[in-house]
């Protein structure tokens, strides 16, 4: 019975119900930065595609205590740290029913602990469109609508539907899971041969916590390895390519240029297709080339007319009061000492504290949720066993591509850290979580594919799947209402 049963559809149905249940466990607004993404999902919910733009300091001395709590959080002095006074931010309005202040006032302070009860009162909560509250979103401001695809769609249904505001937020919820989990559903049966890492990848803490909340990264991290499990499968093909493998090859690399311009690096992965599916290799040389120039092109596009167009500067360090982040002096100072960025790469690379390394698997909230290294470094050698069983026939060329692409990635996401989050100089890059690699986890991972799978390889993914779901579910409990 274990030989015949199709892994895609049980890795499907193990990410919805775990999902589900860590979705109900984990209260409101507990995700990371969730309660920076909620108000941009809900303004594209109701057709702003472009975020409105309010002067800081009008919003600072509103009427939203979310937003003073949150200011308050990062500059004692409760304003933020501003070039001129009349700068401006990209903001969002929710009504004020969706971000009850039992879940979202102190969401920046303490650790607390909540009830069920506090949730079943959110539930019955019906939605007050008329009263708002006025969400600075300077950094969530600047997402494309297809970020937040499914919550969007699912706050405007439960708007036209007239639910209640805490059904709405849950159903936004579950929608991003439920797409989550069907591009797992397409990865694996893309790439049966690593359905063992993908799923286990699937199953981690963040994973599942991210997948179940209204932030961007449900849909982005789901993206993102769906889109390596597709290009890596092309790999395996020798007919010539298709008119539907072309235009999906399109619509992927514009995908990827609304999502995060970072991650157009998994597009590199199409120099793994073997050339002789095309008329020739100036054909396919030149589509790839092309595909690459036309994320950057749409991510460009996007960025001007969500941020420079709308007279707002891109956000960073600066703004919450780190001292010495200078975007325009670290590009001076990287120019006369390039290999300042380099030592400081590595000295940050070799400090697995410094960049929160464990949130590649471990939890992350807006607390510091207790998860220990132990489990991080336990289940990555799960990850990494899952890695070098299920063979690719890669060459050792391929495989040395996809560890560029993968590099590049890693290369790329220290460096814009480095130039936004970390003082001119430092020896060490500010910013950098390991939840950043997830879209590109295939990547990373697959090079060590050595071996063939072993006897029990889906009772052994499926079981180290569930305990690290259910680790999941425990820390998260444990940590919200006990």
Known sequence: MIKNFKFERTGFLLILIFGAVVRIVNPPFQ?????????????ISEGKFFSEVEKVRTVERGNNPVTKGLIKWVNPNGEMTLHNEDEKFLVAKVPSSLTPHDFTLNVANNLHTFSFDKIRNFLDTPLNPEKTELHIVPNTGQYSPLAYLPQATAAFFGRILNLNAGIIYYLMGFSALIFSA??????????????????????????LTEITSNSADAVIYSIGILAAAWLLSLQKMTVPISTQEIFALIILAIS??????????????????????????????????????????????????????????????????????????QK??????????????????????????????????????????????FYLAILIFAAAFGKLNLSIKFRLWIIFAAFSTVFAIFLTEYFIWTSVGAEVINGVQGRYFIPVALMIFCPLSIFPPPKHEKVFAICAGIFGAAVTIFITYTNFFI
């Open 31 to 43: 995700t990371a930065d969730e309660l920076n993404h909620f108000p941009r999902a809900w303004q």
């Open 182 to 207: 069907t591009c797992i559903f397409f990865a694996l049966k893309f790439l049966p041969e690593k359905r063992a890492l993908i799923f286990l990848l699937a199953m981690t803490p963040i994973f």
């Open 256 to 329: 990827l240029g609304l999502l995060k311009q970072v991650y157009g690096t998994i597009l590199l992965l199409y120099f793994l297709i073997p050339h002789r599916r095309f008329k020739n290799f100036s054909r396919f040389i030149s589509f790839g080339i092309f595909l690459l120039a036309l994320e950057l092109t749409i991510s460009a596009i996007w960025l001007y007319f969500a941020v420079e167009a709308r007279g707002v500067a891109l956000f960073d360090g600066y703004y919450l009061g780190y001292e010495g982040i200078n975007f325009a002096a």
């Open 332 to 377: 001076i100072f990287l120019s006369e000492n390039p290999v300042s960025f380099v030592t400081a790469f590595f000295n940050t690379i070799i400090s697995p504290d410094v960049w929160r390394a464990d949130t590649f698997i471990n939890l992350m909230g807006n607390y510091n949720l207790a998860m220990s290294y132990d489990f991080f470094y």
